[in-house]
T-cell receptor, first 117, second 109 residues
């Protein structure tokens, strides 16, 4: 299957700092990538849709100035959590959409566990 | 009401048993349906897509009932390695996916 990588796997940072997470599709080009957040024992919640070459589309309640998304190429999207606070601690997962045959499929990266102290 | 609803479980079944999960969705215009599995502290992995005619992949069978807006997953001859959280996922369109809360399954030896 398609491979999506995410870096870093985990990060611990101090409150007020910014953290950048990278998402790469390794063996296919992805015009669309998605960023999700998952809190413990909860479902994945879509934060934003990242489109190559254009602005990201944010879901209701997600602050676009806090969660900066850049989709600079067909294989790379980045999420920057600016001025992180403890409540931003979560599991951040990206996915890349690959259109093939009968249906679109999203392939997920391994996730980034963010802990803000 | 949640867009995708699942019984969170947990379900504990003995190895070799058959187990079934259901999931309901609220958006009647939904186009795509999937089951993903997620292991503890890992990313979701696609288990199978769900088609209107129903489909089978080895020990796994998925069914879709558009009239009642529910999706099912049946696991036969369960293995210890089947222990995971199973996520029902619905695509309102071609792009966005909506995840259910997940159903936690533990297969006991």
């Amino acid at each position: 299957g398609a491979v999506v990588s995410q870096h870093p796997s985990w990060v611990i940072c101090k409150s007020g700092t910014s953290v950048k997470i990278e998402c790469r599709s390794l063996d296919f080009q992805a015009t669309t990538m998605f960023w999700y957040r998952q809190f413990p024992k909860q479902s994945l919640m879509l934060m934003a849709t990242s489109n190559e070459g254009s602005k990201a589309t944010y879901e209701q309640g997600v602050e676009k100035d806090k969660f900066l998304i850049n989709h600079a190429s067909l294989t790379l999207s980045t999420l920057t959590v600016t001025s992180a606070h403890p409540e931003d601690s979560s599991f951040y997962i990206c996915s890349a959409r690959r259109a093939s045959g009968r249906s679109d499929t999203q392939y997920f990266g391994p996730g980034t566990r963010l802990t803000v102290l | 009401r949640k867009e995708v609803e699942q019984d969170p479980g947990p379900f504990n079944v003995p190895e070799g048993a058959t187990v079934a999960f259901n999931c309901t969705y609220s958006n009647s215009a939904s186009q795509s349906f999937f089951w993903y599995r997620q292991d503890c502290r890992k990313e979701p992995k696609l288990l199978m897509s769900v088609y209107s005619s129903g489909n089978e992949d080895g020990r796994f069978t998925a069914q879709l009932n558009r009239a009642s807006q529910y999706i099912s997953l049946l696991i036969r001859d369960s293995k210890l390695s089947d222990s995971a959280t199973y996520l029902c996922v619905v695509g309102p369109g071609a792009q966005k996916l909506v995840f259910g809360q997940g159903t936690r399954l533990t297969i006991n030896p």
